[in-house]
């Protein structure tokens, strides 16, 4: 298989009432185990990687192995860079051949996140790559996550129409209540608000921070328009529990060995958000 453009996922995803779970990658053991768990699971799927995963790989080392494990692999998935931080380093996963990029200046004044986003559709767009853009901001809960900041911000739905037909982008990350991170309590999300934006906005609507969210609150924010959902902070924390407890036991020194093992207890997320997304089957 090959990398398809984002939208062409986002939008299966909304005509036929699923979102499309986005799980971030770092390295050739993480990306292909949920390439193989989305070929078993028969679902659709995008890879993300951003600033916080290119000190390992920058984004055309990545891009080359990601790219190596979809030709083992038949599966509908995307490429995708999730909250870059500039302008260079979207021109970077431009030429690396991602299928999706995210510019997020979601903390920066409207004028400057919509004049930046319009030069990255700009860029995109003649090459088939879908855009996703952030209004309102997103925030954080924990001191691990890198995504997010200490102060976010709702989005506004009348704000929002305006900047998709100003941007022209083709997805939306929306902040309803929602933060990355692991949650210290349950998020409240403004499904009212939520509601409106989906009657509102053109294009398919992202939740960030899927980690921690409640079942039944995953899927009333999916039957509301929520057509991706993106899922980091509990990949990361299960691979680093596995490897950690595997090495306080003493067992599987041999770091090949316990990587192994911390990608079967990976594969057991995975399987979890294919089938509490409504992707599993999809195919």
Known sequence: MHFIPMLDLLRDASSRGY???????????????????????????????????????????????????AKQHCVRAALHLDHGDSLEQVCACLDAEFTSVMLDYSAMPYVTNADAMRRVVAMAHPLGVTVEGELGHVGRVDDVTSEGGETPALTDPEQAVAFVQETGIDALAVAIGNAHGHYTRLPRLDFERLERLHAAVPVPLVLHGGTGTPPEDLRRAISLGIAKVNVASELMSTVRTSLTEQWRAGRNLWTATAQAQAMRALSAVLRRWFEATGAAGRL
């Open 19 to 69: 979102a499309v779970p986005a799980f971030c990658v770092w390295n050739a053991e993480t990306a292909n185990t949920v390439l193989t768990v989305a070929e078993e699971m028969r679902a659709p799927v995008i890879l993300m990687i951003g600033p916080g995963e290119f000190p390992l790989l920058d984004p055309h080392e990545i891009a080359a192995v990601a790219w190596a494990l």
